[in-house]
C-alpha cells in the first residue's frame, strides 16, 4: 500500500531545483544544444526514437538533454509525449527494397546484385581511444585525411561538404562546377549512384529518384535482397503473404497470448536493446540452437506514405531512417516440408544493427512452433520474452520499489515481531525438556 508523503513539497521542489542544476553542469561551459546531440550523438537518438516509438530526431534529443543522458529515462519522455498526440491514420507499409541504402552487408554473399556497401560502420576500427576527438584539432586531422585519402584516388569523386553525412571533404557545388561538370554523389558508391539534372529523362524506369539537397537527383538503381535470391531458387521459405488482414497495434490494445508474428516483431521492435541482446546471444550458446547467417543488413532511408481517401491513393509524407536485418537459418525440414533455409526478421527506427540482428534472432527463436521444433529455451517461450522485453515497463516495476512502503513495512515488521517472539516462547518451554534429559539418563 503506498501513502502520500505529507510535507514534502518543499523539498521535491528543491530536488527538482537541483537535478536542473545538475543538468546544466558548469555554468562556464557552453550549453549542448539539440543540434549537437541529433547531430554527434545520432546513435543514441536513433534508440531513444526506436524504443520510444516515436520518430522524431528533435524531441529524441530533447529527451536525452532532459534525461542527463540515462537512455531509458529519455525513452520513458518519448513514450510519455507520444500518447498525447492525435493519430490520423496508418502509413502505407514501407518498402524496404526500394530503400535509399547508406550501409548494406551480406555475410552469406561476397558479390552479389549493387554490391556491399560498407557506409559508416564501427566494424572495422581497432577500438583504441582516438585522443585527437579530445580536441578541436581532432575534426580537422579527420578532415585532413578524408581529404588525401580523396585526392589520392583520382577516379573517386570528392567528399560531399561536412553536414551532408559522408564525412568532411569539400565538394562543388552545381553553381561552382565547370561547363558540363556533374557534383559529387552524395552517396559514396560512383559504381552504382550517379547524379543527373533533375529534369533529365533518366531519371525514369527502374530506377529510384532522389533529391541531393544540391539541385540535383541521385539515381540508385533497386538493390535486391539477399533473400529474393535464394527464394529464386526455393531455397529459403517464401515471405509471409499478406492477406489484408490489419495487424494487431500494440500500442493500442493490451498485450495478450498467444500473440502471432506481426504483434511479436512490434514488441520487439521496442523492445530493450540489452535484452534483446541477451537472448540473442543465449541462442546461439546453445539454447535454442540457433546460429544463422547474416543474409543481409542494409541501413538507409524509407519512404513513408499515407493513403488519401479522398484522392483515391497514397500521398508521400516523408522519409525516415531504418535498419533492416533478415537472418537465414538452417532447417532440415518436416513430413510436409523439404529442407530449407528459414527466415529471421529485425527492422528499427535509425541506425541500430545491433538491436536488429538480436530481433531476428529472437524472433526466429519464436517461430519453433510453426516450424516443428521442440521448445527448449527461454528465448523461445513467447510470454517471458514479451512481458519482460519493454524497458519502460521493467523500468517502472524495480524503480516504485522506492516510492513509501510504510504502511507494507510496518506490516511485515509487526509479523516478524511476532513470529521472533513465538519462536522464543517455544525454545523456552522447550528448554526444562532439554535440561533433564541427561539427568534422567544417568538414573537408568
Same mark, same amino acid.
Given at each position: 500500500?503506498y501513502v502520500?508523503?505529507?510535507?514534502?513539497e518543499?523539498?521535491i521542489?528543491n530536488?527538482h531545483a537541483l537535478?536542473?542544476?545538475?543538468?546544466?553542469?558548469?555554468?562556464?561551459?557552453p550549453e549542448?544544444?539539440?543540434d549537437?546531440?541529433?547531430g554527434?550523438?545520432?546513435?543514441a537518438v536513433d534508440?531513444?526514437?526506436?524504443?520510444g516509438? =516515436?520518430? &522524431?530526431?528533435?524531441l $529524441?534529443a530533447? *529527451?536525452?538533454?532532459q +534525461?542527463?543522458g540515462?537512455?531509458? %529515462?529519455?525513452?520513458?519522455?518519448?513514450r510519455?509525449?507520444?500518447?498525447?498526440l492525435?493519430r490520423?491514420g496508418a502509413?502505407v507499409?514501407?518498402?524496404t527494397?526500394?530503400?535509399?541504402?547508406?550501409?548494406?552487408i551480406s555475410a552469406?554473399?561476397?558479390d552479389?546484385?549493387g554490391?556491399q556497401?560498407?557506409?559508416?560502420?564501427f566494424?572495422?576500427?581497432?577500438? =583504441?581511444? &582516438?585522443e585527437?576527438l $579530445?580536441?578541436q *584539432?581532432?575534426?580537422? +586531422?579527420?578532415r585532413t585525411?578524408a %581529404?588525401?585519402?580523396?585526392s589520392?584516388?583520382?577516379n573517386v569523386p570528392?567528399?560531399p561538404?561536412?553536414g551532408?553525412?559522408?564525412?568532411?571533404?569539400?565538394?562543388?557545388?552545381?553553381d561552382a562546377?565547370p561547363?558540363?561538370?556533374i557534383?559529387?554523389?552524395?552517396l559514396?558508391?560512383?559504381?552504382?549512384t550517379?547524379?543527373?539534372?533533375?529534369?533529365?529523362?533518366?531519371t525514369?524506369a527502374g530506377?529510384?529518384r532522389?533529391?541531393?539537397g544540391r539541385g540535383?537527383?541521385?539515381v540508385?538503381a533497386?538493390?535486391p535482397?539477399v533473400t529474393d535470391?535464394l527464394?529464386?531458387?526455393?531455397l529459403i521459405?517464401p515471405?509471409p503473404?499478406?492477406?489484408?488482414t490489419?495487424?494487431r497495434?500494440l500500442t493500442?490494445?493490451p498485450?495478450?497470448?498467444?500473440?502471432d508474428r506481426?504483434?511479436?516483431?512490434q514488441a520487439?521492435a521496442?523492445?530493450?536493446e540489452?535484452?534483446?541482446l541477451a537472448?540473442?546471444y543465449s541462442?546461439?550458446?546453445?539454447?535454442?540452437?540457433?546460429?544463422?547467417?547474416?543474409?543481409?543488413?542494409r541501413f538507409?532511408?524509407v519512404?513513408?506514405?499515407?493513403?488519401a481517401?479522398?484522392?483515391?491513393?497514397?500521398v508521400p509524407?516523408?522519409?525516415i531512417s531504418?535498419?533492416?536485418?533478415q537472418s537465414?537459418?538452417?532447417f532440415k525440414?518436416?513430413?510436409?516440408?523439404?529442407?530449407?533455409f528459414?527466415r529471421g526478421?529485425?527492422?528499427v527506427?535509425g541506425?541500430?544493427?545491433?538491436?536488429a540482428?538480436s530481433m531476428?534472432?529472437?524472433?526466429r527463436?519464436l517461430?519453433?512452433?510453426?516450424?516443428?521444433?521442440?521448445?527448449?529455451a527461454?528465448a523461445?517461450d513467447e510470454e517471458?520474452v514479451l512481458s519482460h522485453?519493454?524497458?519502460v515497463?521493467?523500468?517502472?516495476?524495480v524503480e516504485?520499489l522506492k516510492?513509501?512502503?510504510y504502511?507494507?513495512?510496518?506490516?511485515e515488521?509487526?509479523?516478524?515481531r511476532?513470529?521472533?517472539?513465538?519462536?522464543?516462547?517455544?525454545?523456552e518451554?522447550q528448554a526444562p525438556?532439554?535440561?533433564e534429559?541427561?539427568?534422567?539418563e544417568?538414573?537408568?
Amino acid at each position: 500500500m503506498y501513502v502520500a508523503v505529507k510535507g514534502g513539497e518543499a523539498a521535491i521542489r528543491n530536488a527538482h531545483a537541483l537535478l536542473a542544476q545538475r543538468r546544466r553542469g558548469d555554468a562556464s561551459v557552453p550549453e549542448i544544444g539539440l543540434d549537437q546531440i541529433t547531430g554527434q550523438l545520432s546513435l543514441a537518438v536513433d534508440r531513444v526514437m526506436a524504443e520510444g516509438s =516515436l520518430y &522524431d530526431r528533435e524531441l $529524441a534529443a530533447l *529527451a536525452i538533454k532532459q +534525461a542527463r543522458g540515462d537512455l531509458i %529515462e529519455a525513452i520513458f519522455l518519448a513514450r510519455a509525449f507520444r500518447t498525447t498526440l492525435p493519430r490520423f491514420g496508418a502509413s502505407v507499409p514501407v518498402d524496404t527494397g526500394a530503400m535509399r541504402v547508406r550501409r548494406r552487408i551480406s555475410a552469406t554473399f561476397k558479390d552479389l546484385p549493387g554490391g556491399q556497401v560498407l557506409g559508416p560502420t564501427f566494424d572495422y576500427t581497432h577500438r =583504441l581511444l &582516438d585522443e585527437r576527438l $579530445a580536441t578541436q *584539432a581532432g575534426d580537422d +586531422a579527420d578532415r585532413t585525411a578524408a %581529404e588525401t585519402t580523396t585526392s589520392a584516388r583520382p577516379n573517386v569523386p570528392p567528399l560531399p561538404p561536412a553536414g551532408e553525412g559522408w564525412g568532411g571533404g569539400t565538394a562543388p557545388t552545381p553553381d561552382a562546377s565547370p561547363a558540363g561538370e556533374i557534383p559529387a554523389p552524395s552517396l559514396p558508391s560512383p559504381d552504382r549512384t550517379r547524379l543527373l539534372p533533375s529534369s533529365t529523362p533518366e531519371t525514369e524506369a527502374g530506377n529510384i529518384r532522389l533529391r541531393s539537397g544540391r539541385g540535383f537527383h541521385s539515381v540508385q538503381a533497386p538493390m535486391p535482397r539477399v533473400t529474393d535470391l535464394l527464394g529464386d531458387e526455393g531455397l529459403i521459405e517464401p515471405a509471409p503473404a499478406d492477406d489484408g488482414t490489419p495487424p494487431r497495434d500494440l500500442t493500442r490494445e493490451p498485450l495478450s497470448f498467444p500473440a502471432d508474428r506481426p504483434l511479436r516483431l512490434q514488441a520487439l521492435a521496442r523492445g530493450d536493446e540489452g535484452f534483446l541482446l541477451a537472448l540473442g546471444y543465449s541462442t546461439q550458446r546453445g539454447y535454442a540452437r540457433t546460429h544463422p547467417f547474416v543474409g543481409e543488413i542494409r541501413f538507409g532511408e524509407v519512404e513513408v506514405s499515407l493513403h488519401a481517401e479522398e484522392l483515391g491513393f497514397a500521398v508521400p509524407l516523408g522519409e525516415i531512417s531504418v535498419t533492416e536485418c533478415q537472418s537465414v537459418n538452417q532447417f532440415k525440414g518436416s513430413a510436409t516440408q523439404p529442407p530449407q533455409f528459414t527466415r529471421g526478421y529485425g527492422l528499427v527506427f535509425g541506425q541500430l544493427e545491433r538491436k536488429a540482428m538480436s530481433m531476428a534472432l529472437v524472433d526466429r527463436s519464436l517461430r519453433f512452433a510453426e516450424l516443428g521444433e521442440e521448445k527448449s529455451a527461454p528465448a523461445q517461450d513467447e510470454e517471458f520474452v514479451l512481458s519482460h522485453c519493454d524497458n519502460v515497463q521493467a523500468t517502472g516495476f524495480v524503480e516504485h520499489l522506492k516510492l513509501p512502503h510504510y504502511v507494507d513495512f510496518q506490516a511485515e515488521l509487526d509479523l516478524i515481531r511476532r513470529m521472533r517472539a513465538e519462536h522464543a516462547a517455544e525454545a523456552e518451554a522447550q528448554a526444562p525438556d532439554v535440561a533433564e534429559a541427561p539427568h534422567k539418563e544417568a538414573a537408568e
